[in-house]
């Protein structure tokens, strides 16, 4: 995935918060909202080796794409 078609995935979100700077996703409405950002977000926490339980709420930048610090 690109930063293009991320940034159009984000927009078009329609669940989870919503601020200026990102989107709050809950873990469960991942899957229901884009396929796409479930396997984006599915490959991140496989590669930082964080399990089910280690977080329950995904952060997407509106500007950028990269991981919060």
């Avoid at 996703?25 to 490959?43: C, G, K, M, N, Y």
């Avoid at 329950?56 to 930048?61: E, L, P, R, T």
């Amino acid at each position: 995935m690109d930063f293009p078609q991320f940034r159009n995935l984000v927009a078009e979100l329609r669940l989870g918060k919503r601020l200026p700077d990102a989107v709050y996703l809950h873990q469960s409405a991942i899957v229901t909202a884009f396929p796409e950002l479930a396997v984006l977000t599915e490959r991140v926490t496989t590669t930082l080796k964080l399990g089910l339980g280690a977080w329950n709420v995904a952060k997407f930048f509106r500007r950028d794409f990269k991981l919060p610090s």
